[in-house]
């Protein structure tokens, strides 16, 4: 079965600081990678996927991700927060038997942004 | 492009009603879609795969009687919260799936039983 763990369950930065969001995920095929950010009470937002390819990934809002097989790790960086980056960020894994649409949510991370 | 709309985006109703919550996908046709709930302060968790013209399927635990879903086009699918219990509250959101794998979500429903 397809899981995924997010270890840091709240993380607080000062804006303009680095950020690294962590992500494990165990499946059992090539994994098809998300990064969804939600705001308070609203829906979610993509923010970048990973399918093939290029490990690093780009996302919007200057985020990224880097797929490192053997770590199993979905990791997001981004190399500067802003105070409106504040937000929970969910990691995902989906698989190529379902076209990937069919995700696994990790249990979310809380950022929180000092100014 | 493309979009995923949910309607309403918040519902109070009284225990024992029920209450429909509608996903449309704007712009594109999906037979497929999926309802997630998610629980204050938690994570999403998969409830059901809804599929047009055929019955959904159940993840485990959910029970299918208490949450019907119809999939009655390739642009609307429905889930009816039936004989709503305080317990039942919780945020609602669906997804779809656009060309290219590319997996939009729905705003979100806020249900709350009293």
């Known amino acids: 079965a397809q899981s995924v763990t997010q270890p840091d369950i709240h993380i607080t930065v000062s804006e303009g600081a680095s950020l690294e969001l962590r992500c494990n995920y165990s499946y059992g095929a090539t994994p098809y990678l998300f990064w969804y950010v939600q705001s308070p009470g609203q829906g979610l937002q993509l923010l970048l996927k990973y399918f093939s390819g290029d490990t690093l990934v780009q996302g919007i809002k200057g985020f990224e991700a880097e797929f490192k097989r053997s770590q199993s790790s979905f990791n997001l960086r981004k190399p500067s927060v802003h105070w409106s980056d504040a937000a929970e960020y969910f990691c995902a894994v989906g698989g190529p038997n379902n076209a990937g649409n069919m995700l696994t949510f990790g249990g979310g991370t809380r950022l929180m942004v000092k100014p | 492009g493309a979009v995923v709309s949910q309607h309403p985006s918040r519902v109070i109703c009284k225990s024992g009603t029920s209450v429909k919550i509608e996903c449309r996908s704007l712009d594109f046709q999906a037979t497929t879609m999926f309802w997630y709930r998610q629980f204050p302060k938690q994570s999403l968790m998969l409830m059901a795969t809804s599929n047009e013209g055929s019955k959904a399927t159940y993840e485990q635990g959910v029970e299918k009687d208490k949450f019907l879903i119809n999939h009655a086009s390739l642009t609307l699918s429905t889930l009816t919260v039936t004989s709503a219990h305080p317990e039942d509250s919780s945020f609602y959101i669906c997804?779809?799936?656009?060309?290219?794998?590319?997996?939009?979500f729905g705003e979100g429903s806020w249900l709350t039983v009293v």
């Open positions: 997804s779809a799936a656009y060309s290219g794998n590319t997996i939009y």
